[in-house]
């Protein structure tokens, strides 16, 4: 654990903007933690630049160079130890984690969702949503098991649909909400408020 709390290690494939919400957090003092590393499969990966504005160690590792999702997987894990990481954090990482990287870190891989899930897992929630007529959207946290967005959910924010939205219009409402509730999560980790119960995450009350 680092002296500002405990150490996360963010993995993103793309712009970063929960990266960004999750640093503008930690430096203003409102989330514990240490940003240990940033990772990336994407060489061009915004996410990437955005750690280095902060002085946070940005890491590309190519997923082409490896054999296989285990091999790769491993390599992040190999990383993410090397860094002290305690809690891994996705942000936009447009990979399939394999069991490699979750038994490396039990009910310790995070990841946010823009949908209410169950409904709506899987890419394009947003256009699923609309497609189905559905009045009421949003977002979740959840731990990442071996599903597809089937982790026990950490916390939830719902976003309306109004009428005439698209995909673009309701994702842009929706990803306010993520900015919110993902630093919250990641802050009731770090505060050893969150215990896995089956499918259901129990926060506790803070001290």
């Known amino acids: 654990m680092s002296s500002k709390g405990i150490n996360i290690g963010v993995l993103a494939s793309g712009s970063g903007s929960n990266l960004q919400s999750i640093i503008d957090n930690c430096e203003s003092g409102k989330l514990p933690v240490e940003i240990a590393c940033v990772i990336s499969n994407?060489?061009?990966?915004?996410?990437?630049?955005?750690?280095?504005?902060?002085g946070i160690?940005?890491?590309?590792?190519?997923?082409?160079?490896?054999?296989?999702?285990?091999?790769?997987?491993?390599?992040?894990?190999?990383?993410?130890?090397?860094y002290g990481v305690e809690l891994v954090v996705l942000a936009g990482f447009m990979r399939i984690i394999t069991p490699v990287l979750l038994d490396a870190f039990p009910s310790a891989v995070m990841n946010i969702h823009p949908a209410l899930l169950p409904a709506f897992p899987g890419l394009h929630a947003q256009r699923q949503a609309i497609d189905y007529g559905v009045k009421v959207s949003g977002c979740t946290v959840h731990f990442v098991d071996a599903g597809t967005d089937t982790g026990p959910i950490i916390i939830q924010a719902a976003v309306p649909v109004?009428?005439?939205?698209?995909?673009?219009?309701?994702?842009?409402?929706?990803v306010t909400e993520e900015h919110s509730i993902y630093p919250e999560a990641i802050r009731l980790f770090a505060e050893g408020r969150l215990k896995v119960e089956g499918r259901r995450v129990v926060?506790?009350?803070?001290?």
Do not use: C, W
Not at 162 to 174: C, Q, V
């Open 203 to 207: 926060i506790a009350p803070q001290s």
């Open 42 to 54: 994407n060489v061009a990966a915004f996410a990437l630049e955005r750690a280095r504005k902060h």
């Open 162 to 174: 109004m009428e005439g939205d698209t995909e673009e219009t309701l994702s842009a409402r929706i």
């Open 57 to 82: 160690p940005a890491l590309h590792i190519d997923h082409r160079i490896f054999t296989g999702r285990e091999a790769y997987d491993a390599a992040l894990v190999e990383t993410l130890h090397e």
